[in-house]
Nanobody
Framework: VQLVESGGGLVQPGGSLRLSCVAS????????MSWYRQARGKEREWVAG????????NYADSVKGRFTISRDNAKNTVYLQMNGLKPEDTAVFYC?????????WGQGTQVTVSS
């Protein structure tokens, strides 16, 4: 089982990034997917989630209206489009797969929002 995030980097405030998380080793379409983030010195927090077929999507209040989660089950990939980035969005972003009583995590990708 492997989840590999990519797309992080350094961006100026107000900028955009698109994170990707490619899954392998399990039946991706059978798992709900989520994005989490962890800022330095803080606990990991949930950011957004999407159900197996993408019919139900939810966001943390802190990102609602700025971030969009989506998935492509044919590509075993979940995305997080992040617009209007703020310095407080700086964190390591992780994707998580949940299903069949198990959670799988990726290794994370760093997002830094700074001028």
């Amino acid at each position: 089982v492997q989840l590999v995030e990519s797309g992080g980097g350094l961006v100026q405030p107000g900028g955009s990034l698109r994170l990707s998380c490619v899954a392998s080793g399990f039946t991706f379409s059978s798992y709900a997917m989520s994005w989490y983030r962890q800022a330095r010195g803080k606990e990991r927090e949930w950011v957004a989630g999407i159900t197996r077929a993408g019919g139900n999507i939810n966001y943390a209040d802190s990102v609602k209206g700025r971030f969009t989660i989506s998935r492509d089950n044919a590509k075993n990939t979940v995305y997080l489009q992040m617009n209007g980035l703020k310095p407080e969005d700086t964190a390591v972003f992780y994707c998580k797969a949940r299903g069949w009583g198990q959670d799988y995590w990726g290794q994370g990708t760093q997002v830094t929002v700074s001028s």
